[in-house]
């Protein structure tokens, strides 16, 4: 029987010492009893180092692991009685040396050694190695220790590692030509995996190269020796004690149980383990650690769950209207679910006032005061901070002064088509405004890929009453724009020879429509705005009441609304997405889940709704402005009611699910 490669025998020569360190266990241990942990419902999870109730004792060095055709165990290494040698060895190991290398010597009643060769291509090579390191004896050769391997020049260890599988502490103590250097001890239960190796047969190979080989799967009826009898050791890494989120391997693994699932939530991220609340109720959580030979500990701790206090996470916002305007405070908390709501003026409870919401509409100076809102559950109860109302009276009140859309337009069902109410209750004359649809100067903002050369149609029902086809076509209309734009702080187009249409018109109270149609078949992303333009506002002055747009909008894709609120006083908005009440019209393929979220001018979230669930206040608002009424109060149309300071907003429309789909868009103003 013949093994091809270049061989070495390493030379090991005996001596004699005692030592019972590695009587110690290294075994998993719970050190430290888990304590009960109390949950509260929706708040944040807690969580637990497991390293702080776990531990193997006595273990404080690097731990490297071999992983053997027979099994795996585990060693840790002595930095302090042997650093030299013992960051010999780990610099084999962290260059990947050992990999794919094979046990290459066992005596019986003596030792299991390899690290000096490995299989390359099929074939036995041996290891390269670096320069040999001086001999550290400070501790004898115990039995499950981890020992360099040298010829018998004093200073000549490099790869070769072997593991006293009896005590060896005479027979290889100093008296031996200066001992041997112990620089690690195998952990746990891992000398059974040694000792498996080392009661493999053993054969000479290779005419006296190989005097005691061990050989797997083969005995002298086999045939031939070949490398698949070897005893590999397919790897030799070094591991944490404890899991991270990052170690693949770690001498301990985690296992979590729960008595009652439904109760906590339990998840590990490496050794910390997270408990989430989920329901009220006891669980027994049982944390078992085990390490690489299957030794385990076990602890166990009782997690109680209970509901919280409703936690609020939108205060009311104290708000200044005009006398006979409309006004609505709301609020929010963690989780709705099983919470009731009780609005108070001045510390005394409203009656009906029992929703996140309280509308007040035409308010007069009888509710000027200041508003909370006590929100109880199951735990208990907390009160909003206090919200003040102020009612002025205002010849300059808050109104809707700007409505816009901006959205991907194109011929078909991607006609970019808006509808505006100008008027409101109480008001007489003509109102003047600016109308515009931009393309082109959309790319001074960097938006991409803009209709090229937008057409303007202006429409009371079906009759066209104005229309224009790039804003610069005459000086009049020149001059008009260029007024409006200076008038109502609209950015200023970039030249009269841009392609965008804009036209000011004067129109009586009435509800209009504003198409927006590239020419022949362009596509591209297109704005459409209508302004205020009233020179000088009154109480009787026509104004924006209503802005709206139904859109077919692409998967993933936005529908965005823009609106401006001028004046000294807070304007009350409704705000919608329509989807699934839209097939009562006949719309087909309707966005299934349209949701909202309003932004303030630094893009901020100030209000967000995906379903709108049945809110009275809603339906009081539909009402006043005469929408149409979401039919059902499990429908996925989404709705905002709030109340705003001056200043812009926008409003965007997409699909909770990323669906395409139809959704109509509105503004109203809530007087």
Avoid: H
Avoid at 624 to 640: H, I, L, N, Y
């Amino acid at each position: 029987m013949r093994l091809f490669s270049r061989l070495f025998l390493f030379v090991l020569v005996y001596s004699g010492f005692e030592i019972s360190t590695f009587a110690q266990s290294t075994v998993p241990t719970l050190v430290t009893t888990l304590p009960n942990q109390t949950l509260k419902l929706n708040a944040p999870p807690l969580t637990l180092d497991l390293t702080s109730y776990f531990s193997i004792p006595s273990v404080t060095g690097p731990i490297v692991q071999f992983n053997t055709i027979l099994g795996s165990y585990n060693a840790e290494l002595y930095t302090s009685a042997a650093p030299i040698n013992a960051a010999n060895f780990l610099s084999y190991v962290n260059a990947g040396s050992y990999t794919n290398s094979f046990i290459d010597r066992s005596v019986p009643g003596f030792v299991v050694q390899g690290g000096s060769y490995d299989i390359v291509s099929g074939s036995i090579a041996a290891i390269p190695t670096s320069a040999p390191v001086v001999l550290e004896y400070n501790l004898p050769n115990a039995l499950g220790t981890l020992a360099a391997a040298r010829t018998s020049v004093l200073n000549s260890a490099t790869s070769a590692w072997y593991i006293n599988t009896v005590d060896n502490s005479t027979n290889l103590g100093p008296t031996n030509a200066g001992g041997y250097t112990v620089f690690g001890r195998i952990l746990g239960t891992g000398m059974t995996v040694v000792n498996a190796i080392a009661s493999l047969p053993v054969y000479n190979v290779n005419s006296g190269q190989f005097p005691n080989l061990p050989v797997y799967n083969y005995n002298s009826t086999s045939g031939s020796l070949t490398t698949s009898n070897l005893v590999m050791v397919n790897s030799i890494t070094q591991i944490p004690m404890f899991p991270t989120p990052t170690a693949k391997t770690a001498v301990l693994t985690w296992n979590i149980s729960s008595s009652n699932p439904a109760t906590a939530l339990a998840t590990l991220s490496g050794s910390t383990l997270n408990l989430s609340a989920l329901s009220a109720g006891t669980s027994l959580i049982t944390v078992t650690a085990s390490d690489t030979n299957g030794n385990v500990a076990q602890g166990s701790f009782t997690v109680t769950t209970s509901a919280n206090s409703p936690t609020i996470t939108s205060q009311p916002v104290s708000q200044t209207i005009t006398a006979g305007s409309s006004v609505v405070f709301t609020t929010a908390i963690i989780s709705s679910a099983g919470a009731s709501y009780q609005w108070n003026f001045n510390g005394t409870a409203i009656a009906g006032a029992t929703s996140s919401t309280y509308l007040i509409q035409a308010a007069g100076s009888s509710k000027a005061g200041n508003y909370t809102c006590t929100i109880t559950n199951a735990a208990g109860t907390t009160t909003t901070s206090p919200a003040s109302l102020s009612v002025i009276t205002s010849q300059n009140p808050g109104r809707l002064v700007n409505l816009s859309v901006l959205t991907m337009d194109g011929p078909g069902s991607q006609l970019l088509t808006i509808g505006f109410v100008s008027g409101g209750a109480a008001t007489l004359g003509s109102e003047q405004l600016l109308i515009r649809a931009t393309g082109p100067a959309l790319t001074n903002f960097s938006v991409a890929n803009v209709l090229a050369d937008p057409m303007l149609t202006l429409y009371q029902g079906s009759n066209v009453i104005a229309s224009n086809d790039n804003w610069g076509s005459t000086a009049t209309n020149i001059a008009a724009v260029n007024a409006a734009d200076a008038a109502t702080g609209a950015f200023t187009l970039p030249s009269s020879t841009s392609l965008d249409a804009a036209l000011v018109q004067t129109l009586p109270s009435g509800g209009y429509t504003i198409q927006v149609a590239g020419k022949g078949a362009q596509v591209g992303n297109a704005l459409a705005e209508v302004y205020d333009n009233t020179l000088s506002y009154t109480a009787s002055s026509p104004r924006l009441v209503n802005l709206s747009c139904m859109q077919q909008v692409a998967a993933n894709g936005l529908l965005t609304a823009g609106f401006a609120i001028s004046g000294t006083t807070s304007k009350t908005v409704l705000i919608r997405a329509s989807g699934p009440t839209l097939t009562t019209f006949g719309v087909q393929n309707v966005m299934p889940d349209p949701q909202i979220n309003v932004f303030n001018s630094n893009t901020t979230v100030i209000a967000s709704n995906a379903g709108w669930a049945g809110d009275t206040s809603i339906t009081t608002a539909q009402t006043a402005v005469g929408a149409f009424a979401f039919t059902s109060t499990t429908s996925k149309d989404s709705a905002v009611l709030i109340t705003l300071a001056p200043g812009s907003y926008s409003a965007q429309a997409t699909s909770a699910s990323g669906a395409a789909g139809t959704t109509l868009i509105e503004v109203y103003e809530v007087q």
